[in-house]
């Protein structure tokens, strides 16, 4: 039989823990957290992306703020605007929403944004703070991937896992974090050779690589385990870089819409709560 991994399920039981520790946090009478995101430009599917997280913190009572600039905007106005977050003390997580326009710098606007409200774990300082196992937060999209794994008690020791993509905010993070796991892991890129023989070796496979239906369930190992983290918007239909019709040949997979989006999500909200909490200790 092959498995759907539900990411919806994985993100309500994270939001189950966030709610019970909120209980908490009223007794306390703390201020609930907050999260800011800045939001460049009309990208539809960033909108929807934003859209989604601004309704998960009012579904958990986090305060949140989206402050939505232009296109054309400067790279000197999206650091000022994140810098006036940094000094804010109201804010306990700032996020980014990528992708930002082709005329900003994307690595100078993220490493304005204090290592201490990074919800995202983007920062050098945090990734360095990853690669050494101290990071107060991990990257929401790959610690989203290991959380799937662990609800469906997909055993990760020791095994051969291969990584599809080694962008910084899904593919190199999600190594580390596999790493970590104590699995085997294979990074694999565009410059790869013979990638699609050589997955076929792969018990599970993540794959974000942002091509929409690049592979089918067959070209995996049969009862491969299957983490597709690429989301694209076709004619107004998700899907993501596998065409999983022909399903039946896994072990599992997890669906687009509904698998890793959700628990990204969830996980950010864990962050804002995480960071906010220090600050309230402090
Ligand atoms: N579900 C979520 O919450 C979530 C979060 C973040 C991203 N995403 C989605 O995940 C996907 C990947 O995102 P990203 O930000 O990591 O993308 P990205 O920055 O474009 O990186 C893509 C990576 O895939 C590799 N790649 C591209 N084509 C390939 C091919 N034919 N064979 C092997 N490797 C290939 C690239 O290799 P090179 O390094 O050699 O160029 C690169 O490392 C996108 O669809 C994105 O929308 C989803």
């Given amino acids: 039989m092959s498995e759907r991994m539900s990411g919806t399920l994985v993100s309500q039981k994270i939001q189950t823990e966030i709610a019970a520790e909120l209980q908490i946090w009223i007794q306390k009478k703390w201020m609930m957290p907050k999260l800011s995101v800045i939001l460049v430009g ?26 939505r600039l232009n296109a054309e ?3 000197s106005e999206i650091i000022s ?27 100078l606007v993220l490493e304005t944004v204090s290592a ?12 360095g703070r990853l690669l050494t196992g101290t990071a107060k937060v991990l990257p929401c999209t790959p610690s989203g991937v290991i959380e799937i794994f662990k609800f469906y008690k997909i055993n990760l020791l020791g095994k051969n896992i291969a990584v599809i993509g080694r962008s910084l905010i899904v593919g190199l993070p999600l190594f580390q974090l596999l790493t970590k796991e104590n699995a085997t892991v294979t990074l694999f890129h565009s410059k790869s050779e ?16 942002g091509k929409p239906e690049f592979f089918k369930a ?4 049969v009862d ?4 597709d983290v690429g989301i694209h918007r076709i004619e107004n239909k998700l899907t993501g870089d596998v065409n999983f019709t022909e ?11 509904g698998g890793v989006g959700p628990t990204t999500i969830a996980i950010l909200m864990k962050n804002t709560l995480a960071l906010a909490k220090e600050r309230r200790q402090k």
């Fill in 73 to 75: 905007v400067s790279e």
């Fill in 116 to 127: 201490d409200k990074d919800a995202d774990c983007l920062t050098e300082k945090n990734l």
């Fill in 224 to 227: 491969a385990v299957v983490i």
């Fill in 42 to 67: 009309e990208d539809p599917a960033s909108q929807v992306y934003v859209g989604h997280k601004e309704k998960m913190c009012q579904a958990l009572g986090f305060s949140s703020e989206v402050i």
């Fill in 194 to 209: 013979n990638l699609k023989q050589q997955i076929k070796n792969f018990d599970i496979v993540c794959v974000a690589i």
């Fill in 81 to 107: 605007e994140i810098q006036k977050l940094n000094l804010d003390t109201h804010v306990d997580g700032i996020l980014i929403q990528l992708p930002l326009p082709s005329h900003i710098n994307e690595r």
């Fill in 247 to 257: 399903f039946k040949n896994l072990k599992a997979y997890t669906p687009v819409p």
């Fill in 218 to 221: 067959t070209d995996f190992k």
